[in-house]
């Protein structure tokens, strides 16, 4: 049986190139399992990492029972980071942190308190630590996003989330779906709750995005996700006699 299956949530940690940051993560994700309000793993994924991500990860995953890890042959961005991890665990709730640490694993203790009543539960970060131009390109991308799908999120950027397993395995992924999480659990005729989250600036390593790519990119994705959302397939079955699926 698949190991996150034993646990409540498991948390999705995607790596690319984050040496500098692997002590002080696993230091803090082991500090949150012992005051999660959901009983909790993490699961890394190493999105072919060229530096010592992987070698730092196995070791904190030899030191952690409930720490995981699964390395993909070469690296595919966040988006494939995470449909991997999803494809991968069986827990009744997945949630997302990025491996930088500009949100803390503490704030998914206030996103718990709501999993029973929304399909997904996000952050809004508050008091971002984050420069002017960082800012301002996710502000004008997330007023963009929101037009074309009217989603209603304020920040879809923040990387702190929780979905029920089955909505998120239900989500049909394509490069840049990272960005549509919310709407794409909307497609399912899921509710999504938005929750104000702390924010704190990066300490190690450097920023996978610049300018460029954070406004090119979520304009291209949004002309996807408007051709995909006409031809989704939206279905609830009424009765089966598969029997219960483990």
């Keep these: 049986m698949n190991k996150t299956a034993n646990y409540e949530l498991t948390i999705i940690v ?7 940051n692997i002590q002080r993560l696993t230091t ?20 072919g990492s060229t530096d010592k991500s992987e070698q730092f990860i196995q070791e904190a995953c030899k030191a952690n029972k409930d720490f995981f890890y699964l390395s ?20 009744a709730y997945v949630g997302y942190i990025d491996a930088d640490l500009q949100t803390t694993p503490e704030d998914f203790n206030l996103l718990a308190d709501y999993v029973n009543d929304y399909e997904m539960v996000m952050g809004i970060r508050t008091g971002r630590k984050d420069s002017f131009v960082k800012n301002m390109s996710s502000r ?4 963009f996003r929101r037009a074309m799908t009217h989603d209603g999120v304020e920040d879809t950027g923040c990387p ?11 989500i049909p992924f394509f490069t840049g779906m990272h960005r549509f999480l919310p709407a794409l ?16 600036p990066r300490i190690a390593g450097k920023s996978k995005y610049h300018l460029w790519n954070r406004l090119a990119g979520p304009f291209k994705d949004c002309f996807a996700y408007r051709w995909m ?15 219960k699926v483990h």
């Design 140 to 143: 004008v991308a997330n007023g």
């Design 229 to 243: 959302k006409k031809r989704y397939i939206n279905y609830e079955v009424a009765t089966n006699n598969l029997g």
């Design 185 to 200: 659990i909307q497609l399912q005729h899921g509710k999504v709750k938005q929750v104000p989250v702390r924010h704190f």
């Design 28 to 47: 803090e994700l082991s500090h949150y399992l012992q005051i999660s309000k959901l009983t909790s793993c993490i699961l890394f994924v190493n999105d």
């Design 72 to 91: 993909l042959a070469q690296n595919g961005g966040l988006s494939a980071a995470m449909k991997a991890g999803i494809d991968h665990i069986f827990s």
């Design 14 to 20: 995607p790596v690319y190139n984050e040496e500098g």
């Design 160 to 170: 702190l989330k929780i979905l029920r397993t089955p909505y998120a395995k239900r």
